[in-house]
């Protein structure tokens, strides 16, 4: 059982980590990612490390949910968003364990990354030779973070509660298109936990 104490021996508060409250981010890379939204169909956020302790960014889920663009959690983030969240597509596990996970990243025409991880890294590294990949938007609150090997990469030295809130506030989405990728999506999301889990059912009867 996870405890108090033990929660806040594994993650401690915000006052005890670098979290230094938020942080509004350059206009000039904000409206230039805020273009590459209003250029993309396919948009995927992956939530990494940085953002799930108490504390940080409370309302970054309600300013994701607004935005509308599927989210997808690392380890490092895992619980910060849960089935209630309507942005809220699943676990890094659920796509990069398996072909057929890979596969549906890959329709991606633009990855927003907030803090990088090597789970978050992962799935750039995979993607980032996509052939329907316009661009990659990377949202961090340290500068030092910014990867360096990542071609069309617009670097957002923001907090993403900043900057989700002011994407959907000032990026002019196509809302039908965004809604059918998004409902797509989540299918495919559904049928791949349930290919994941039928396959996991199966080892374990061997």
């Known amino acids: 059982i996870l405890t108090k104490k033990k929660r806040q021996s594994i993650m401690p508060p915000a006052e005890r980590t670098m979290y230094r409250g938020p ?24 939530l990494g490390q940085g953002f799930g302790r108490p504390g940080r960014y409370e309302e970054m889920k309600e300013a ?71 661009g990659i938007i990377q949202i961090e609150i340290d500068p030092s973070s910014f990867a360096d090997d990542i071609p069309n990469l617009c670097p957002v030295h ?19 298109a965004l809604r059918v990728w998004r409902d797509d999506f989540y299918k495919d999301c559904d049928l791949l936990a349930l290919e994941l889990s039928k396959k996991s059912n199966n080892s374990g009867e061997i």
Request: hydrophobic share 35%.
């Open 64 to 134: 994701a949910n607004k935005l509308g663009i599927p989210v997808i959690t690392t380890i490092h983030s895992s619980g910060v968003f849960c089935g209630d969240d309507t942005c809220y597509a699943g676990d890094a596990s659920l796509f990069m364990n398996s072909t057929s996970g890979t596969e549906l990243l890959n329709k991606a025409d633009l990855f927003i990354v907030a803090g990088i991880d090597p789970y978050s890294e992962r799935i750039l590294s995979a993607m980032k030779n996509s052939s329907y990949l316009k």
């Open 158 to 176: 923001a907090d993403p509660k900043s900057s989700f809130s002011y994407f959907e506030r000032e990026a002019k989405m196509n809302k039908n």
């Open 23 to 46: 942080i509004a981010g350059d206009s000039f890379y904000l409206k230039e990612a805020c273009e590459m939204i209003q250029k993309s169909e396919r948009p995927v956020i992956v």
